[in-house]
């Protein structure tokens, strides 16, 4: 193993990344609404939704990808759309 390798190997991976990929894999999936979507500062349109799970309401954000903005009526106040949730950690979930 050559120096760079080993060095390259060290690096940390984002945080972020490494959620979305754990949830791909592994996550359940179940039926959500949009609640809102918002811009911040930066022209970055973000989803509000909310979800329910065993009778628990769930309410979460996400950032939306250049592939998500180009569907706004996917994303729209009152769309129903897929959630993705981790079974064991209900509240870290993703738009599906």
Same mark, same amino acid.
């Given at each position: 193993? +050559?120096?760079? @390798?080993? /060095?390259? #190997? ?8 490494? *959620?979305? #990929?754990?949830?791909?894999?592994? +996550?359940?999936? $179940?039926?959500? *609404?949009?609640?809102? $979507?918002?811009?911040?500062?930066? &022209?970055?349109?973000?989803? /509000? %939704? @909310? %979800? $329910? ?6 309410? &979460? &954000?996400?950032?939306? $990808? !250049? ?10 106040? +009152?769309? #129903?759309?897929?959630?993705? %949730? !981790?079974?064991?950690?209900? +509240?870290? &979930?993703?738009?599906?």
């Amino acid at each position: 193993m +050559g120096f760079f @390798t080993f /060095l390259k #190997k060290k690096q940390r991976q984002d945080p972020e990344v490494v *959620r979305r #990929k754990f949830l791909m894999e592994h +996550g359940r999936i $179940t039926d959500g *609404r949009i609640i809102d $979507t918002v811009f911040n500062g930066k &022209s970055q349109e973000i989803a /509000l %939704y @909310t %979800y $329910t799970l065993n009778g628990v309401d769930f309410e &979460s &954000s996400e950032l939306l $990808t !250049d592939d998500q903005r180009r569907d706004p009526l996917k994303y729209a106040p +009152g769309a #129903k759309i897929g959630v993705r %949730y !981790d079974p064991k950690n209900q +509240g870290n &979930s993703m738009l599906d």
